[in-house]
């Protein structure tokens, strides 16, 4: 069964600082791994992805995350939050033997304070 | 590529009243996917098509929810005797054949039912 696990729901940072979601996954194969991000009445916007190849993924925006199998972790960090930054981030696990099939996490609200 | 497409974007309707959604997919993807996502939560899968055929719908809701792909292009989704808990934004996603692709989404239905 697949699975992804949001540890929070809400995280707050300052303009500048470092940003981490925190990511677990629960997979019964070798996953896909994907972050979406969801800004106010617009659409889900793919963040990165990672597909066995390289367990550092770099996304768009500066954004960034490192697949780690042993801790069955995903998580998003961002080196400098900006404003725009605020939205919705959600973590998604993927499975060939699920037609591709998407699990969403519960999400994660991002504020980011000027 | 002009991305996937939904219309209508909002929908409301009296308790009881039969919906229809629509989903254009883009142009060259075989794969489509429907989702709702409620409030707070993240998007929970209903079915998919590739080309025409419906592969997977053991995850819609009930069976007042049907879907259809009759050409392999654009998808419609309805749902029969509306109820209030049905209330939620519908997400069309779609994506290539090819392994476990990014799904790009579009910007999603909302209903609400009074």
């Known amino acids: 069964a697949q699975s992804v696990t949001q540890l929070d729901s809400h995280v707050s940072v300052s303009e500048g600082t470092p940003v981490l979601l925190r990511c677990n996954y629960s997979s019964s194969y070798s996953p896909s791994l994907f972050w979406y991000v969801q800004h106010p009445n617009k659409g889900l916007q793919l963040l990165l992805k990672y597909t066995s190849a390289a367990t550092l993924v770099k996304g768009i925006n500066g954004f960034e995350a490192e697949f780690k199998k042993s801790e069955t972790s995903f998580h998003l960090t961002k080196p400098s939050a900006h404003m725009s930054d605020a939205a919705e981030y959600f973590c998604v696990v993927s499975g060939s033997n699920t037609g591709n099939q998407f699990y969403f996490g519960t999400g994660t609200s991002l504020t980011v304070i000027p | 590529d002009t991305g996937v497409s939904q219309n209508p974007r909002h929908k409301i309707t009296k308790r009881g009243q039969n919906v229809t959604f629509r989903c254009d997919p883009i142009s060259e993807h075989n794969r489509l996917y429907w989702y709702r996502q409620t409030l707070g939560q993240g998007p929970e899968f209903l079915t998919y098509?590739?080309?025409?055929?419906?592969?997977?719908k053991s995850r819609l809701l009930s069976d007042r929810f049907s879907a259809e792909r009759p050409k392999g292009s654009f998808s419609t989704l309805e749902i029969q005797r509306t109820e209030q808990g049905d209330s939620a934004m519908y997400l069309c996603?779609?994506?290539?054949?090819?392994?476990?692709?990014?799904?790009?989404f579009g910007p999603g239905t909302r209903l609400l039912v009074l």
């Open positions: 996603a779609s994506s290539p054949e090819r392994g476990r692709e990014t799904q790009y």
């Open positions: 098509f590739q080309n025409e055929a419906q592969l997977e």
